[in-house]
Structures are given as structure tokens and as C-alpha cells.
């Protein structure tokens, strides 16, 4: 009787540790507590703290000229911390850097859904290539094109400790 007392407990410890477990890598991931951003990070100073990189972003958004071999070399070079930069709509973008990088390779939930003329910031996450796990900021608009049809979405994914560094000016 005593060892089917036993055996029952240390099965229910192990199933509420599973549990507990379970719960934490859910919440990490998906739950808005863990995407807060520091109150310095808003829209406008993102935009502020990158203006050429903003201006090429919204003029390509509008006419659809991507940018020249030297803009996006220049962006690479003076801004490690963007992970990648974006202009398009569903599977068709034109990159503003050379570094490649998606929603897609994001986890965590999108919590704000930008509307025209109306960008968001939203922090998710990303799993780097040699297992790190970073937090990434993603700048998100709806610009109107000029070209007329649907509104173009700009997107900008930095990396949310070098983003921090860049708006405090270190």
C-alpha cells in the first residue's frame, strides 16, 4: 500500500512540475506582461532616432523604387542593431537592408496591429542561429501608396538592446 502511495505522489509531482513548466514557456511566449517596452521606446522616437533610415522606408513605400546598393550598405554598416528592414505587401517586399529577416522568424504575439498612417511598436522573440534567444523590436506601418491599391506595410526589426542603447544615445 505504501509504495502505490508513493509512486502515485512522485507521479503527481511530476506531472504538476510538467505543468509549471508548460505555463512558463506559455506565458514567456504569448502573455503581453513579458512584451512590455521600456516607456522611452515609443513610435515617434524610434522614428527620430533613424531619420534617413525612416525617410528612404516611406519614400520606397510610396513609389515602389526600392533603394540603391549604397542606401542599404550604409544601413547594414551605421546600424548593427536593425536585424532587418522591409517595404511590401503579402509575400512581396523589397529589402531596405541586406540583412534578411521576417515575421515569420518571430514568436510571440503581435499585440498591436498598426492602421494607416498609425505605426506600432510590438516586442517578440527570436531565436538566434547558435540558440541565443534576443528580444526584437518590430516597427510596423501602413503607408499609403502612390501607385494607388492597398496600403504598403513598413517594417523595421531591431534588436531591442541595441535599439535601447541607440534612444539613449550610448
Excluded at 504575439?109 to 528580444?135: F, M, Y
Aim: with cysteine.
Amino acid at each position: 500500500m505504501h509504495k502505490r502511495m508513493r509512486l502515485f505522489a512522485c507521479v503527481m509531482i511530476i506531472g504538476l512540475l510538467t505543468v509549471l513548466a508548460l505555463w512558463f514557456n506559455f506565458r514567456d511566449r504569448f502573455l503581453p506582461s513579458g512584451n512590455e517596452l521600456p516607456s522611452f521606446v515609443t513610435v515617434p522616437a524610434v522614428v527620430d532616432g533613424y531619420p534617413e533610415l525612416f525617410q528612404v522606408a516611406f519614400r520606397t513605400a510610396s513609389t515602389g523604387i526600392a533603394p540603391g546598393p549604397d542606401e542599404t550598405m550604409k544601413f547594414d554598416t551605421e546600424f548593427p542593431e536593425i536585424l532587418g528592414a522591409q517595404v511590401g505587401r503579402n509575400s512581396e517586399y523589397m529589402s531596405l537592408t541586406r540583412r534578411v529577416f521576417s515575421k515569420e522568424e518571430l514568436t510571440g504575439n503581435l499585440s498591436q496591429v498598426p492602421e494607416l498612417r498609425r505605426p506600432v511598436l510590438n516586442k517578440c522573440w527570436h531565436t538566434t542561429s547558435d540558440g541565443r534567444r534576443i528580444a526584437v523590436i518590430t516597427y510596423e506601418a501602413l503607408v499609403p501608396s502612390k501607385k494607388g491599391g492597398p496600403p504598403v506595410e513598413v517594417n523595421v526589426f531591431f534588436d531591442q538592446e541595441g535599439l535601447e542603447r541607440r534612444l539613449q544615445g550610448r
